[in-house]
T-cell receptor, first 113, second 116 residues
Framework: AQSVTQLDSHVSVSEGTPVLLRCNYS??????LFWYVQHPNKGLQLLLKYTSAATLVKGINGFEAEFKKSETSFHLTKPSAHMSDAAEYFCVVSDEGFQKLVFGTGTRLLVSP | SAVISQKPSRDICQRGTSLTIQCQVDSQVTMMFWYRQQPGQSLTLIATANQGSEATYESGFVIDKFPISRPNLTFSTLTVSNMSPEDSSIYLC?????????????FGPGTRLTVL
């Protein structure tokens, strides 16, 4: 069975500093991995996805993530945080049919001025 | 991408009653999914709804509590039956995309349910 572990429940950064949200996965096959963002009282939005193509994946709003098989990690990064990045971020793994999604517990990103 | 709407967007209900949540998609899709997000928690898959067949429920979820209908390829409903305060959650539907988005899931805005 697939699973993901988000290592931090909260991450606090200052505006303009780098963002790192950590995610480790477990899968019995080559996984498909996603990062979703949920702003307060808003729906879920897909930031980026990895589906066995390039290991460095670029997403929307300047975010990117690197798939590292040797470390079973898929950490999300952004060079410079913006106040509008404050939200809940979910690391997600899917089954081979891209149907059953397993969500991590989420990381709340706080951005201070 | 798919555009998904849900009704109602939020509701406050009394324990023991039932609420039916509607999910409408702007395109025909084979599978629709229902998730629950309890307060401060992550999302958990409740069931997969196929048109023309019974929904498939995940462990811990049963049809008597969460009956699902899927009358056509663009619409589904989830009923939360005999509600208790523990059912207070956000309920979301989702669909798998198509063409270049075949490996993505798109989510509706969610229905925020409070049970008193």
């Amino acid at each position: 069975a697939q699973s993901v572990t988000q290592l931090d429940s909260h991450v606090s950064v200052s505006e303009g500093t780098p963002v790192l949200l950590r995610c480790n996965y477990s899968s019995s096959y080559s996984p498909s991995l996603f990062w979703y963002v949920q702003h307060p009282n808003k729906g879920l939005q897909l930031l980026l996805k990895y589906t066995s193509a390039a290991t460095l994946v670029k997403g929307i709003n300047g975010f990117e993530a690197e798939f590292k098989k040797s470390e079973t990690s898929f950490h999300l990064t952004k060079p410079s945080a913006h106040m509008s990045d404050a939200a809940e971020y979910f690391c997600v793994v899917s089954d081979e049919g891209f149907q059953k999604l397993v969500f991590g517990t989420g990381t709340r990103l706080l951005v201070s001025p | 991408s798919a555009v998904i709407s849900q009704k109602p967007s939020r509701d406050i209900c009394q324990r023991g009653t039932s609420l039916t949540i509607q999910c409408q998609v702007d395109s025909q899709v084979t599978m629709m999914f229902w998730y629950r997000q309890q307060p401060g928690q992550s999302l958990t898959l409740i069931a997969t709804a196929n048109q023309g067949s019974e929904a498939t429920y995940e462990s811990g979820f049963v049809i008597d509590k969460f009956p699902i209908s899927r009358p056509n390829l663009t619409f589904s409903t989830l009923t939360v039956s005999n509600m208790s305060p523990e059912d207070s959650s956000i309920y979301l539907c989702s669909v798998v995309g198509f063409q270049e988005s075949y490996n993505e899931q798109f989510f509706g805005p969610g229905t925020r349910l409070t049970v008193l």
